[in-house]
Structures are given as structure tokens and as C-alpha cells.
């Protein structure tokens, strides 16, 4: 069985990969792509802990293939800081405690970041559903969008 | 000082005694002294017990002081989550 | 210099309190932090795990030869690969480590004993090959009738697990072999004359599901092992000393030739405190002479880990018309899992711990069945038998006319309160969390229709033991602080602080740590809250040993006896009859001249920290009960917790939070459901549902410091009592809002639907 080539945008970087066809986007950012701040906490598209952003658009990359990586924008965690300087959402996060064990972290913060996205000023409700696909375990979540709002908030002020 | 036995494994060593009067400076000795009496008990107590010494809850270590009057109760170990 | 470094009651506390950043947060928010599945090595291989279809068999053969021909497989694996092991309860009562047993779960020997159940092991060069290699595995079963319930499981005629079993702890010992492991009893008083004294019994029985941890990150590691019997392991656990100490023992190894990496944790609440993957990458490594990598997938980790027990119990309470308590009498049966070991025992200690009863009886039964072994969850025990006595007190409290919290109040252990398993109680605490509760504005907020409020309490012990610190000042005067305490939900921040305040030192001049097994002394498990207050115990002493040594070398410096040196506000000054001599001298102008006073200041402190106080919780729920559709909506939450002190306050209130939220979990939908056949059918998150954002309102935490005495700054442990009153308060606001007792988790929409239509009132 032979391999696809696939080239794609990883963060802003042109990247190309090989991988077999039944290989997961997640897959193969984590033992390709050596990107392992991705996350997989099911497999099956029930925990949000592998999200990522494909053209813009939040997905669960345990359920994306591959090759459909093939010249799209692959948005992952280890792309959310600029440089040396945190995402507000990033800096929110370690104000408010909002992870314990900090597995689920890299998936929400991608999740509340496409949230911010399309609505800069979420009511607390509204978070709630949005991240209601992004399991923590830990938390109970009261910090998690506690930080949420307060970046949303830092956000809209600057 | 009275010493009691809870742990559910110590009657098989003393033929069901569960409580003691024993002098003793340091729980070394308690365990010293009830294992001279029931040969055995001492690496049960040792192994498989807590202690409480007037109500504090310690893992069994000899350096532990005992004051004359208080009161020993070797429990069932507790492991947390 | 003892006691002068810590600070006393009164005396203001500078960081301990606060809510800094903690140092691994970076890491963690950026995908750097490396967790269990997050390590490779060159030349790695994938393991996989073939895994039992049957709840109960006889393997009669496996037949390894055409997985071992499959090009691109390097090793394979059954129990042949792991030596035998003595049948032995070694260790404490409640945990009782069996590795018997222990070798059995983690690879079936003569049977498998539940769907799920490992029976071989692969290590390939791809984790395809790994996976085609497994459908290779020709295993002969022959298949046994199984049992699931923990009723059933005790009847006569249940098929048994282990045909030779006698229960423990009856005498004389039974003459028949059964499900049930063992019984246990605590007794104080005279239950029958308690109960001839009542005006008032309430009896009822409750039927509680196993759930699971649900830590988001399933088990993970990789194990690099040599022929020459030396290995290391990268594994995500609560313990890693007992990592290494189990895999030793099941791989017949030295303790010391396996070194254990701390890999960063994603959750255990108690069930990573055990070995699932890491003696089989381990054997498979040894095996095959490459680094091994294993994962579990989601569904591997609801069928073969974890969960806490599921439960049958019958409680029963006798009180005085004016309230007071005389009697309580409980039965407890824990299904186990398929080995002996469920938390019974801390059911029966802690279910009627909060109250002072002159006559109590607290029973239960350790019983075996076809579902996964369990493993210990968040104050493993205590919340099930919760359920069942403040459920029972709250119907107790309705039938005496009293406010329920009133009722609690009145009944509310002290010090010097006797307790079912024999010592008095030496804490107070639980009547203040009770107080802030009745203090909480939202004891007395108006409820609207169909809603209801519910009130309940829980008790833990709290655990000490042994932890290992080391403290070493930097050429620069910054402090690291290592432990050997897994940190999985922000515990190195809590060591920084313990050291920067005992140091009088800034928070950011320290860096806390966690050290691998070969770095650091023996640490036992991150787990019955103990971290805080064992560890932490172990911090500060390092650090005043720390100080007694930079007292020593300013003394040097300054020319002046050691006697004469104190440490006062993260500066050595000159005392006695030298005070007033010279400048105080900060930390970091000793550790200047380190070299020319004798070279590195550091110190290790290994401790087993006794004196831990047990942790009390109330809680207050408000529900809505939906008439139509029998769902529940949580519309409040108060936990007020005694946590002794906070050491980093927001991650305090994080862990009441996320154990509340557990337990509203447990509470409403979290259940293992079976199939005839034994098989579990909803091993995801999609049918296994844990809460999710959207079910919660903000939970409100109230820390109630009733400091400890016997901790430097009062720690008592925050991690787990929030979790026992929850399923009970639930259950109370339920019957509050439609007046029907639900005595069957989880409180299902179609459960609450039947009691709503029952019409048998609460
Ligand atoms: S790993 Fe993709 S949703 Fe859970
Ligand atoms: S912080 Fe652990 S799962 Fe969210």
C-alpha cells in the first residue's frame, strides 16, 4: 500500500507529509508531524480535545482524514501565540486557573478562539453551548469560561 | 494507656482480645510489648495498620510518643483517589 | 530555629492564600507540555492489546504463530511472558495489593473475567500492522455463564469468578466458596437498645451504577527495556514510584533498574493510581529490543480501567423527636470488579462519620462480578455510602419537622466525637461548613415551580504518609524545588508557594518540580489529598533545613557564632548579642559567596507525614424538574468544603469546583449499561455522558479554613470530599421539587419520568 503525499499549510507553514489513506488528521499531526499538543482523548468526535481549525473552520481532527489536509490552512495550538507573546485567551487561561491536568486546554482554548471569532461578545450562556463539545473532567468548568469572557472582554477593549 | 485493635485481621493473632493496657514511651514499644504477647501481631500492626493516637490519624512508625493516658487505636489502613 | 520560620496564627501570610500563575501553566496552554502518549524514541514500535469479546471464559489456547509471521511484528506477548505470582493480600486492608491478582488483570491467565479483558499484546512497526497482527490471534474460549449485578453476584447459585474463594472476615469461615471477598463490620453501642430508644426509624435502600474516572487522557506510555534488565518507562500516572514498584514486581525485576519519567498527567481522580499498559510495553520491549509505545483507546478505558463500584445498600436511622440521634445501622455491598478490592471498607468508615451516634452499625461486602476491577475514584467509597445516609437524613429530618441543615447541625461531630471505627474524632470542621451553608444566601432564595432544594454532607479521611522534597538555591539566589509528587492539577504552584513564603523569598524566584523516580526519594501516589499537606510538609522542612544552612554560611560570612544568625523576611540578620551588627543579608548576596563558604546550599527532606484531618463538606443544590420529560436541571450549586487552609486559592476552589461537577455527573446520567451477553454498550463519551459546559450553572464555592494543626500553614487536603454530599444533595433537591425519593442511580430522565407517574410520594 502506498503512501499519499499531501501538502498543506501547518500554522502558517508549508508542510508536506506522507501518510496512509486511513491515517486521521490527528494522526498525523501527533506521529507525523511530531505536533503533539493536539490532543486525543476518544477517537470518535465526543471530547473536543483534538480540535483544530481547518480553512477557519473548527473540527474535530480525529475525524478528519489526512489527505484532506491536502492544500488546506491547518490552524493547532502550538500556532495560537505569537512568538514569545501569549493569545489573550493563553493568558486568561493561566489568571484564571482555568486547567487542572491541562489536557483538555488545547482544544478548548482552539474552540473558544473560533468562537471569538465569529462573536467577540458572548454571553456566558452562549460559551457554554459553544464549548459544550470540549470535555474537561477537572475543572467543572466555572474558570474555563470565566476566561473565556474576561479575553473576550480584553479582546474587544484593544 | 489503652491500646485497641480494629483492623479486622488482628483477632486471628490475639484469639479475638481487641483491647490492652500497656506501658509504653514510644509506639515502638506498644508494638514491641503486644508482639511479645501474640508473636506476628507486630508485622501485621506494622504492615497493614494505621494508627490513631488520640484521634490523630499517623501511619505506624516507632517514633511516635505515647503519653501515659492516651489512646492507641491501631485502624484499617485508608487509600485515597 | 525550628518553629521561627513558620508563620503562626495571627501572623499575616504573604503568598499562601493567593492565586499566582502557576510555572508549568506556559507548557500546558501552548501544546508543549508532554503527556503520557506524547513521547517517541527512535526506532519505536506500537503496541496494541487483543482484548477479550467475552464477559466470563475459559481460555482453553492462544495460538500466536501467524501474528508472529506477519512481516513488520517484533514481538508478541500472553501471561506465559510474565512470571507467576504468590496469592497474598500484601499492604494495607482497604487496598490489599493481591499481585496474583494484579498479573491477572493486566494480562489473563486461566480466564478472562470480563469483556475488555487483555489476553495478548503486540508490538509492531506501525500501529496498523499492530492491529492487523492482533486479528491474527487465534484464541480457543469456552464460554462460562457470567454474573454483573452485585445482588446477583451474591446469590448461591451465581456463576462463580474464582471457584476456590472463601469469603474473608467471617468466623468461622464459610464452608462454601463465593462472589463475596470479604465482609466487614464496625460496631460502637448497642444498636438494638439505640433503635428501642427511637421515636422515630427511617429505612430505605438504594441501588448506586459503577461510573468511571472519565480523566479526558486515556492511559498512555512508553517503555524502553533492556535484555539486560534495566528500563525506563514514561508513563502518565498518579504515582510514578508505584509505577515502578508494581511493574517491577509483575516483570520480576529489581526496583532499581526501573527508572520511572514523570510524563505530565491529562485527570486520574484516583484511577491512574494502579498499572494497566506499562508491564506490557515493558515486556514487549524487553521482548523485541525496541522502545515500546502504547495507547488505550476510549473505548479500551471504559471496558478495561477504572470504574468505582456500582452498589446495593439498605440504611437506617432512629431519632428523637427533638432531633437527636441514637441509632444508624448500614448494610454496604460493593461490586468489586472482577477482583477483589472495591472501597468498601472506607464506605462503611466514613457513611455515618459526620454525626455523633451513641449505637451504629456500619456492614459491608467486597463482591466479585464480571465488569472491570475497580479502581479507586475521588474519596473512594465515601460518596456511595453518602448517598444512602443523607438520603436517609434528609427523610429523617422531613419526618421530625426540622430543617434539614438544623438537623445536621444538632447531630454534627466534634473532637471528641467517637467514631464507628473506634478512635475519637481529633478535628473540628464539619459544623462550619454547615454554617456557611445556612449563612449562603441561597439557603433562603425563593424556588419557583417544579423546583426543588436539596442539602447533604460528606466526610473524608484526608491521607499523610511518605513524600520527599528537595530544596536548592541557585547561584543566582532563585530557589528549585523538586518533589516526587505527580502534579495534576497545579500542585507544583502549591510548592512553590509553601517554599517562597517558609524562604520569605518572592513566588517567581522559585520553580517547582517534578523528579523522576532515580531524582527524588519514594513519593506516594498524588491522591486522598494528600499532596498539599504531605508533600507540602516535606517542602518546608527542606527549607528549613535550607535556612539553618544559610544561617550557618552568613554566620561565616559576618564572622559570627550560627547561634547568632536569624532568618527573618528571606534575610539572614544578626541576633543576640550580635543584632544590630550588620545589614541584614538576602538570600541572594549568601548565595554569592556559596563557593567560599563551603559550596551548594540545598537540602532534601524525605518525610511520612502523620496527623493528616479528615475533610467535611455540605452542599446545596437547587433542581428544576422538567414534568413533561422527567430531565433535571441544575439551576444552583453551593459547596462549602473545609479545606484547613488554601494554599493557591483558585485551584482550591478548581477542585471543588470539578468535584461537584462529578458528582452532579454521577448524580443524573453516568452509568456503565450492560447487555445479557455481559457486554458493555455504551464504552464513549457520546453514550457515556459526562457534563458538559452547557448542563452547568457557575458552581459557588465557599472555603471554610479550619487550619490544621498539625501542618505548617493548616492544610488539610481539598482534592476529594466535594465530591460525596453531591449525589445525595441532588437526590434531596429531586424529592424537594416532586416529592418522590430516588433511590437508583443515576436519576435518569426515564427514572424520574416513573417516580414522577408513580404517584408513591417521597
Ligand atoms: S479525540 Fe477527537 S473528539 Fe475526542
Ligand atoms: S483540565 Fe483536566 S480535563 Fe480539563
Redesign the pocket.
Known amino acids: 500500500m502506498s503512501k499519499h503525499h499531501v501538502t498543506t499549510t501547518l500554522n502558517g507553514n508549508a508542510v508536506e507529509f506522507l501518510c496512509d489513506t486511513q491515517q486521521t488528521l490527528?494522526e498525523v499531526l501527533r506521529d507525523e508531524l511530531h505536533h503533539t499538543g493536539t490532543?486525543?482523548?476518544?477517537?470518535?468526535?465526543?471530547?473536543?480535545?483534538?480540535?483544530v481549525t481547518v480553512d477557519g473552520r473548527l473540527v474535530?481532527?480525529?475525524?478528519v482524514l489526512g489527505v484532506e489536509a491536502q492544500g488546506k490552512s491547518i490552524q493547532t495550538i502550538e500556532g495560537m501565540a505569537q512568538g514569545t507573546s501569549l493569545h489573550p485567551l493563553q493568558r486568561k487561561f493561566l489568571e484564571h486557573a482555568a486547567l487542572q491536568c491541562g489536557v483538555c486546554t488545547p482544544?478548548i482554548l482552539i474552540a473558544a478562539r473560533a468562537l471569538l471569532a465569529r462573536n467577540p461578545d458572548p454571553s456566558e450562556e452562549e460559551v457554554r453551548f459553544w464549548l459544550a463539545?470540549n470535555?474537561c473532567r477537572c475543572t467543572g468548568y466555572n474558570k474555563i469560561i470565566e476566561a473565556v469572557l474576561d479575553a473576550a472582554h480584553e479582546m474587544r477593549g484593544s | 494507656m489503652r491500646v485497641v485493635l480494629i483492623s479486622s485481621h488482628s483477632g486471628h493473632y490475639t484469639g479475638g482480645v481487641k483491647e490492652f493496657e500497656i506501658e509504653a514511651q514510644t509506639l515502638h514499644d506498644v508494638i514491641r510489648v503486644l508482639n511479645q504477647r501474640y508473636p506476628g501481631l507486630g508485622e501485621h500492626l506494622e504492615e497493614e495498620t494505621s494508627v490513631a493516637i488520640d484521634g490523630e490519624i499517623h501511619e505506624v512508625a516507632y517514633y511516635h510518643p505515647v503519653r501515659p493516658g492516651c489512646e492507641i487505636y491501631f485502624i484499617p489502613k485508608i487509600e485515597g483517589g | 530555629m525550628d518553629a521561627k520560620v513558620i508563620k503562626q496564627e495571627g501572623q499575616t501570610l504573604k503568598i499562601v492564600g493567593t492565586s499566582p500563575v502557576r510555572p508549568d501553566g506556559t507548557p500546558k496552554v501552548t501544546g508543549l507540555a508532554r503527556y503520557g502518549a506524547d513521547f517517541a524514541l527512535p526506532g519505536m514500535l506500537w503496541g496494541a492489546i487483543l482484548r477479550s469479546p467475552h464477559a466470563h471464559a475459559r481460555i482453553r489456547a492462544i495460538d500466536t504463530s501467524k501474528a508472529r509471521a506477519l512481516p513488520g511484528v517484533k514481538a508478541v506477548i500472553t501471561a506465559e511472558d510474565f512470571p507467576e505470582q504468590k496469592f497474598e493480600f500484601v499492604g494495607p486492608e482497604r487496598v490489599a495489593v493481591n499481585f496474583w491478582h494484579m498479573t491477572r488483570n493486566v494480562m489473563a491467565r486461566e480466564k478472562v473475567l470480563y469483556e475488555g479483558h487483555a489476553v495478548a499484546a503486540v508490538a509492531a512497526t506501525s500501529k496498523a500492522i499492530a492491529e492487523e497482527a492482533l486479528r491474527l490471534i487465534e484464541v480457543d474460549y469456552e464460554p462460562l455463564p457470567h454474573v454483573i449485578d452485585v445482588d446477583a453476584a451474591m446469590q448461591p447459585d451465581a456463576p462463580l469468578l474464582f471457584e476456590d474463594m472463601i469469603t474473608r472476615g467471617i468466623d468461622p469461615p464459610p464452608g462454601k466458596p463465593s462472589n463475596i471477598a470479604k465482609r466487614i463490620e464496625f460496631n460502637i453501642g448497642d444498636l438494638d437498645a439505640g433503635f428501642a430508644a427511637a421515636d422515630e426509624i427511617v429505612e430505605m435502600s438504594f441501588k448506586t451504577a459503577p461510573v468511571h474516572q472519565g480523566y479526558?487522557e486515556p492511559h498512555a506510555c512508553l517503555a524502553r527495556f533492556d535484555s539486560n534488565g534495566q528500563g525506563e518507562l514514561w508513563s502518565a500516572s498518579q504515582g510514578h514510584f508505584v509505577v515502578r514498584a508494581f511493574t517491577a514486581r509483575l516483570l520480576n525485576m529489581n526496583i532499581g533498574d526501573v527508572l520511572v519519567h514523570p510524563a505530565e498527567i491529562g485527570g486520574g481522580f484516583g484511577g491512574k493510581t494502579v498499572i494497566y499498559v506499562e508491564p506490557l510495553a515493558a515486556a514487549l520491549s524487553r521482548k523485541s529490543g525496541h522502545p515500546v509505545k502504547i495507547m488505550m483507546s476510549?473505548e479500551d478505558v471504559f471496558k478495561a480501567t477504572g470504574p468505582t463500584s456500582g452498589s446495593s445498600m439498605t440504611v437506617r436511622i432512629g431519632v428523637k423527636k427533638d432531633g437527636t440521634l441514637v441509632a444508624a445501622d448500614g448494610v454496604f455491598k460493593f461490586q468489586a470488579g472482577a477482583f477483589p478490592g472495591s472501597p468498601v471498607m472506607n464506605a462503611t468508615m466514613c457513611g455515618f462519620a459526620p454525626y455523633d451516634i451513641p449505637n451504629v452499625r456500619s456492614v459491608g461486602y467486597d463482591v466479585v462480578s464480571n465488569r472491570p476491577k475497580s479502581a479507586a475514584y475521588r474519596a473512594p467509597g465515601s460518596p456511595i455510602s453518602a448517598f444512602a445516609v443523607e438520603s436517609v437524613m434528609d427523610a429523617v429530618a422531613a419526618r421530625i419537622g426540622m430543617d434539614p441543615l438544623k438537623f445536621r447541625l444538632l447531630n454534627a461531630c466534634k473532637t471528641g466525637t467517637p467514631t464507628v471505627w473506634g478512635p475519637k474524632h481529633a478535628h473540628d470542621g464539619y459544623a462550619e461548613t454547615i454554617k456557611a451553608v445556612l449563612a449562603h444566601p441561597a439557603y433562603a432564595a425563593p424556588l419557583g415551580k417544579n423546583q426543588g432544594r436539596g442539602v447533604a454532607s460528606g466526610f473524608w479521611f484526608n491521607n499523610g504518609g511518605e513524600s520527599s522534597a528537595t530544596v536548592h538555591v541557585n547561584e543566582d539566589g532563585t530557589v528549585v524545588v523538586a518533589t516526587g509528587s505527580m502534579d495534576i492539577g497545579g500542585s507544583r504552584a502549591s510548592m512553590a508557594i509553601m517554599a517562597a513564603e517558609t524562604l520569605g523569598i518572592e513566588y517567581d524566584d522559585v520553580r517547582a518540580i517534578v523528579a523522576d523516580t532515580a531524582s527524588i526519594g519514594y513519593t506516594h501516589v498524588t491522591g486522598g489529598s494528600r499532596v498539599t499537606f504531605a508533600t507540602g510538609i516535606a517542602v518546608v522542612e527542606a527549607c528549613k533545613k535550607v535556612i539553618v544552612e544559610l544561617c550557618a554560611r552568613a554566620a561565616m560570612i559576618w564572622k559570627l557564632e550560627p547561634g547568632e544568625v536569624v532568618w527573618e523576611n528571606g534575610c539572614a540578620k544578626p541576633a543576640g548579642a550580635a543584632a544590630g551588627k550588620f545589614e541584614p543579608m538576602p538570600l541572594k548576596a549568601v548565595a554569592a559567596k556559596r563557593a567560599l563558604t563551603g559550596g551548594p546550599i540545598g537540602a532534601e527532606a524525605s518525610v511520612n507525614a502523620g496527623g493528616a484531618a479528615p475533610g467535611f463538606a455540605t452542599e446545596l443544590c437547587d433542581v428544576e424538574v422538567d414534568p413533561e420529560t422527567g430531565s433535571v436541571k441544575i439551576l444552583r450549586f453551593v459547596v462549602a468544603q473545609d479545606v484547613g487552609r488554601a494554599i493557591h486559592r483558585s485551584y482550591v476552589e478548581g477542585q471543588l469546583e470539578g468535584g461537584v461537577v462529578q458528582g452532579i455527573g454521577w448524580a443524573l446520567n453516568e452509568a456503565y449499561i450492560y447487555d445479557d451477553a455481559g457486554h458493555l454498550l455504551n464504552a464513549g463519551?457520546l453514550d457515556y455522558r459526562i457534563p458538559v459546559a452547557s448542563d452547568l450553572p457557575m458552581i459557588e464555592t465557599v472555603l471554610v479554613e479550619v487550619p490544621n494543626p498539625n501542618h505548617p500553614y493548616g492544610v488539610k487536603g481539598a482534592g476529594e470530599v466535594n465530591i460525596v454530599p453531591a449525589m445525595a444533595a441532588v437526590a434531596n433537591a429531586i424529592n424537594n421539587a416532586i416529592s418522590r425519593r430516588l433511590t437508583d442511580l443515576p436519576m435518569s430522565p426515564p427514572k424520574v419520568l416513573a417516580a414522577i407517574h408513580s404517584g408513591r410520594k417521597g
Open positions: 490527528l490532543k486525543e482523548g476518544c477517537g470518535t468526535g465526543d471530547c473536543g480535545a483534538c480540535s474535530c481532527s480525529c475525524l482544544g463539545g470535555l | 479526558i476510549r463519551f
